[in-house]
T-cell receptor, first 113, second 112 residues
Framework: DAEITQSPRHKITETGRQVTLACHQT?????MFWYRQDLGHGLRLIHY???????NKGEVSDGYSVSRSNTEDLPLTLESAASSQTSVYFC????????????FGNGTRLTVT | DQQVKQNSPSLSVQEGRISILNCDYT??????FLWYKKYPAEGPTFLIS?????DKNEDGRFTVFLNKSAKHLSLHIVPSQPGDSAVYFC???????????FGTGTRLTIIP
């Protein structure tokens, strides 16, 4: 079965360190997304990609970057982790088309100390 | 500015009764709406959707209603079952806009 996998599931890091969260999907979807979930805010879009070498900023992109070198992977990098980036991060993918439902991974819980 | 709002953080419903979850939006460009269900330690899973050209969509026990003039949608679950206990997120999209805009979620608890 096709799936979307995030790693690690849990990560603790220190302020100022660079951190990369992995996302790998076997759906062969062109669209991939990164969201963060915080209490009182729901899920907020960080970055998204519509295909290889395409990346776009979302609502809360400051301090984050992504790169898309193949269809399957969209790693999310925190250039210099801050305590405000402590959150649960979800990766998602979807088929072409603005109205295709997203398929989510199980999330990465990141704690920045 | 929250473009998709779920004003009830939590809702408790007796098993077998109807659960009604509400969602309001402010962006008139939204043309597609979705509901997601989320269990603890898992990612959200797609439940049901509705296009702005419709006012109702049904899928088994789940029905979504859309009132465009009021910019309001609701999810009805009937009959409610214990397995329905989860956090429900309302989401919306606009053509040519990347990704979905989510509400803050409503925690539904079904009481046996």
């Amino acid at each position: 079965d096709a799936e979307i996998t995030q790693s690690p599931r849990h990560k603790i890091t220190e302020t100022g360190r660079q951190v990369t969260l992995a996302c790998h999907q076997t759906w062969n979807h062109n669209n991939m997304f990164w969201y963060r979930q915080d209490l009182g805010h729901g899920l907020r879009l960080i970055h998204y990609s519509y295909g290889v070498h395409d990346t776009n900023k979302g609502e809360v992109s400051d301090g984050y970057s992504v790169s898309r070198s193949n269809t399957e992977d969209l790693p999310l990098t925190l250039e210099s982790a801050a305590s405000s980036q402590t959150s649960v991060y979800f990766c998602a993918s979807s088929e072409l088309g603005a109205n295709s439902p997203l398929h989510f991974g199980n999330g990465t819980r990141l704690t920045v100390t | 500015d929250q473009q998709v709002k779920q004003n009830s953080p939590s809702l408790s419903v007796q098993e077998g009764r109807i659960s009604i979850l509400n969602c309001d939006y402010t962006n008139s460009m939204f043309d597609y709406f979705l509901w997601y269900k989320k269990y603890p330690a898992e990612g959200p899973t797609f439940l049901i959707s509705i296009s702005s050209i419709k006012d109702k969509n049904e899928d088994g026990r789940f029905t979504v209603f859309l009132n465009k003039s009021a910019k309001h949608l609701s999810l009805h679950i009937v009959p409610s079952q214990p397995g329905d206990s989860a956090v429900y997120f309302c989401a919306a999209s606009a053509l040519m806009h990347g990704g979905l805009t989510f509400g803050t979620g409503t925690r539904l608890t079904i009481i046996p």
